[in-house]
Nanobody, 126 residues
Framework: QVQLVESGGGLVQAGGSLRLSCAAY????????MTWFRQAPGKEREFVAG????????IYGNSVKGRFTIARDSAENTVYLQMNSLGPDDTAVYYC???????????????????WGQGTQVTVSS
């Protein structure tokens, strides 16, 4: 059974940084696409970042490019999201997601992902 567990959210002032963690159980993160999405109240779930298993290539949502970094630690079987220069628009629940198949490509729409964590709240005050 696959379980993804996010942590690291919290309250931070604008301009600050946070690092989110996604610990995976029941799967080895280096063999699968791993992604981060976020959802703010009243908005659709938005792609934030993703990392591919084969070459560690990454893609980012336009609103976070240059500020967020996704990385994988195979020893810890964990995926991280380093978030810098945070602003109030980054306030959301952040989710880790991964597909069922190790052959699935990295895509930016949430319906491509089968496993989701419970989410971690990030709140940025102005």
């Amino acid at each position: 059974q696959v379980q993804l567990v996010e942590s690291g959210g919290g309250l931070v002032q604008a301009g600050g940084s946070l690092r989110l963690s996604c610990a995976a159980y029941g799967r080895t993160v280096r063999f699968y696409v791993m992604t981060w999405f976020r959802q703010a109240p009243g908005k659709e779930r938005e792609f934030v970042a993703g990392i591919s298993p084969n070459d560690d290539s990454t893609i980012y949502g336009n609103s976070v490019k240059g500020r967020f970094t996704i990385a994988r630690d195979s020893a810890e079987n964990t995926v991280y999201l380093q978030m810098n220069s945070l602003g109030p628009d980054d306030t959301a629940v952040y989710y880790c997601a991964s597909p069922e198949s190790s052959f699935a490509p990295l895509k930016i729409t949430p319906d491509n992902y089968d496993y989701w964590g419970q989410g971690t709240q990030v709140t940025v005050s102005s």
